[in-house]
């Protein structure tokens, strides 16, 4: 059994030892600046002996002695088993991607000179300053750096340029802040060369990609920041997550000396220096000043430590609640920056006033500290609040009804019973003692517990004296508190099932949601309105005033009259304007009263006949062979159970093609990557022969008595590089299938402004606008060319309308559509977009048009179509009714 185990083993590891030559063969400057990194400080270390490696690094003092020669070789030599490991990982990570697309000789070439312009880059400052005096700068400029990162992260930043849009903002958001933090709470050599490389690397990359790239795209190079809902939350939470893991850097490091790590004190407690205890409390001390330091002493400990950490952990956990769009992540992260900031305030203040010799964990003087360190307390946690209030809109998943008052409950509750434990076990273990605290003194020795210590460090409690079990009991019940908010929070921050009106509201939907925007109704955003009985509802949201619907009502036919008369007198009755919007000739017929304006086309498909035979399907047709010869194949999943490799590739299709349009995400009835994630919703994907991701469409489900009826197409996405015909395959295929299925119809969505060419009979002016207004629009958005994709299916066309009561609320229902579906455009955006428009014959940031192209909602200008080539993404209008 021996023998074919060890020939099986050596078998695996010739293998392994095969595949990693060919990667370095393939990626032969990263194999051996690995290789040379590895083995150069073990090799001079047996050499030259222990002290050798250290006379290849970097440094003021090493330029000083004539070493220039270091210059070169730091970048060869890493201190410490750890830190080689991290460097190795970091260098694959950096560079791999970089030398596949650069090839090995200009990469070698970069390195060299970016190891060349990173340490002299970030050294020259450190000499100037290191001459002023100044605290940080002085121990700069007796420190040395050694390690190949400032080199690495300088060409990362210089190639970041050429990269897609998403990959580009992520690469150098997520480098750039992880390396802020290092630079101001680690604040080592090494963290100034390594953040100084990639700040030069990538503004050199910025100022080449605009100089070679056409002076009418070059704008496209500066305006790639536009991200999509998810993507934003996603980089707010990063951000909140790493203002809160920065001071634990600064704590762990073994020697900070960054502009912020004195924020290290107020998350984790340290001990006064044993020194300072035995001067101050040792014969001839001041007994005020010792009754001070054992105070601060209290302070210590493993408890004390864990509730110093607590808060940080709390901030994750809201993080992770950011990022999935929970407003209560969102009030809580608040409450809790705020707090922070008035808290660090309060240090800041009393610091300012306490004499320094009464500041011995600081072992600095107030008046020594430069202004960026004594601040910090209060910019960090002020700056992520300043983050959170700007991006308020940017949480819009609330909890279930009375999650609220639930969370609230719990942790009132829990905290109530953790400090009622606290008092009466005072209580009891100091009862034998004539001077023992009463419930008064415990309490006011209270928010020394429950405050992270690190706050306190500086500030002489007013405390009770406790020992032994008292003491035990006293420092772990800061701990117990945090702990019960830590847990109520993720109870409330997590996935929540549908409750409430939602719950209702969606089994409507599965018995009477036959309309192609029924299941629109379900999604985020809206409030609902039910007729007395709750057999019917209408989905709504109030605008600036405007009561703006969701299609149509979603209930019994027989209902339907009734329902939006009853709503429109309802909506009217509070003082808003009712605005029944993309809704059909049944809920138009119902309002006779009511003016109306046609605002899109739906396209609509009958699959009860459908084959793709004669001459009018050719291009679908053509579409299906070219995919049979070329091994492409469809298919179907669904999003919350897809693998995550192929949930990866479709978020970066999605991402990077918002990322390159330079136009904000749109919402209201434009759904995004976050409306997949319903159960019901289906995604038919187009792989490659290969099994890479090619494009993907998304079908929402209409529903009569729980049975699907029709399918509309809402979300649409092809990768770079797709052949032609993805689109065509992926509708085709998904009409086929429902036709299998017993399905009635597809609907194709609708094209916003497709409007017929005459006069309509009850609004000539204002359809004449909107035919003016898509004239204008078309080089932008395209509208005509949506349509005349959507004629190859030869689809039955619907009008869809807007009713509303009088003209005088036309703008502010202008003003309410708009905002519905662009609630976070900027103020560039919007003169962009206003360019874009004065120049009706040039398609800024686009590609000469190959064939589709996409369009926004009805009446609300924002995210601008894209030409589908082969190397762009397409996000269709599907859901733009």
Known sequence: MTGPATAASSGRCAATVV????????????????????????????????TAPAALSTGVGALSAGRWYTVLTSGLVVPGRLAAGLAAVAVLALLVPVERRWGSRRLALCLVAAQVVATAAGLGPVALLGTTGHRWAHLLAGASAAGPLPAALTVAGLASAGWSPLWRRRVRLGLGVVLTLLLLYSGQLGDVLRWTGFGIGVATGAVLAARRRPVPARAAVLEHGVVSRRESRALIALLVAATAVGPLVAALSRTPDGPWSVVSHLFVSGRPPAEVLRAVCGPGGDAADCQALQDRLRLTGFGPALASVLPVLLQLVLAEGLRRGRRAAWVGAVVLTGTLTAVGAVVVALVLHVPGEQLPLLAVRPGSLPTMSLW????????????????????????????????????????????????????????????????????????????????????????????????????????????????????????????????????????????????????????????????????????????????????????????????????????????????????????????????????????????????KWQDVRTALNRAAREGTTTQWVHWHSAPLALREQLTLASEAWLAGKGLPEMGFTLGGLDELTDPAVRCLVALDADGAVLGLTSWLPARRQDTPVGWTLDLMRRTPGCPPGIVELLIATAALTFQEEGALFVSLSGAPLALPGGPIADVDALARLLQAASRAMEPVYGFRSLMAFKAKFSPQLRPLWLLYTAPTDLPRIAAAVSHAYLPHVSVRQAVRLARALARPHARPHARPRTGLHTGPAPGAPGAGPTTVGRDTPLRTSASTR
């Open 19 to 50: 595949r990693l030559a060919a990667a370095a063969r393939r990626c032969p400057v990263t194999a051996g600046l690995l290789v040379a990194m590895l083995t150069t400080g073990p090799l001079v270390t047996a050499l030259a002996g222990s």
């Open 376 to 615: 910090a307390p209060v910019v960090a946690p002020g700056l992520v609040l300043g983050l959170l209030l700007v991006t308020r809109s940017r949480f819009e998943v609330r909890a279930a009804p009375g999650a609220g008052r639930q969370w609230a409950a719990l942790a009132v509750g829990g905290i109530t019973v953790v400090v009622a434990a606290y008092l009466a076990a005072g209580l009891v273990l100091t009862s034998g003692h004539p001077a023992g605290p009463g419930a008064g003194r415990l309490l006011l020795d209270l928010p020394a517990r429950l405050v992270p210590p690190g706050y306190l460090g500086e500030v002489v409690p007013r405390g009770a004296r406790l020992h032994g079990v008292a003491r035990l009991l006293a420092d772990w019940t800061g701990v117990a508190c945090w702990a019960v908010l830590m847990v109520t929070a993720w109870r409330v921050v997590r996935p929540a099932a549908p409750a409430g009106d939602l719950v209702r509201a969606r089994d409507l939907v599965r018995r009477y949601g036959d309309g192609a925007l029924s299941f629109m109704t379900t999604w985020t955003g809206n409030r609902y309105w039910f007729t007395a009985g709750r057999r019917s509802m209408v989905a709504y949201r109030v605008v600036g005033g405007v009561a703006l619907t969701t299609g149509d009502p979603v209930g019994p036919a027989e209902e339907t009259a009734t329902t939006v008369r009853q709503f429109t007198a309802w909506c009217s009755g509070r003082g808003w304007a009712p605005c029944w919007y993309s809704v059909t000739d049944a809920v138009a017929e119902a309002l006779p009263g009511m003016r109306r304006v046609q605002v899109a086309t739906e396209t609509w498909l009958p699959l009860g006949q459908l084959a793709f035979v004669g001459r």
